[in-house]
């Protein structure tokens, strides 16, 4: 799904003897079997949070994180006028950097709930993996923050 960048869940299985008729019908020839469909079973939304490049490591704490060391050891007043329009021009970029942190985020939000992790299920195939899958979903539905501060703060509170 990530390699693909799409967001929905597919399984593959043996398409039925209508199916098959269908597509010989549409494509005009005949299809060998068993001929094997991929059948979309949900989507799951936040994929984007876990693309390479939106790794939130490496934009906040390695990129933005060592750009804020490397400056606070800066003596403005000496900078040569080219050093000056680098420190200006990443400066200029972090409002940018710190919103695009934001989005990735909210995409993890979203794809770290159990709702949203549920198709997921049914692509597995041994019923161990599945229990064990639903021990995880159920144990994620414990523990990720609400969209209510005040319930999150009560919970906070109550775990401490």
Known sequence: MIKARS???TIERHATKEEIAEIEVREGRKIRRPHV?????GRV?????????????ELLVLDLGEHIREFRDVDIKSLTESALKRWVKWATGVEA????GIVILRAGQALLTAGNLDPLVQTL???DEKKQFRAFLQALSSRVPSGD????????????
Do not use: K, M
């Open 7 to 9: 967001p929905d869940v």
């Open 37 to 41: 469909v991929s059948e979309s079973i």
């Open 45 to 57: 939304a936040g994929l984007e949070a876990l693309y390479a490049e939106n790794d939130l490591r």
């Open 97 to 100: 950097t710190l919103e695009r």
């Open 125 to 127: 195939t041994t019923s």
């Open 149 to 160: 501060p005040e319930r999150n703060n009560r919970e906070s509170a109550r775990d401490s």
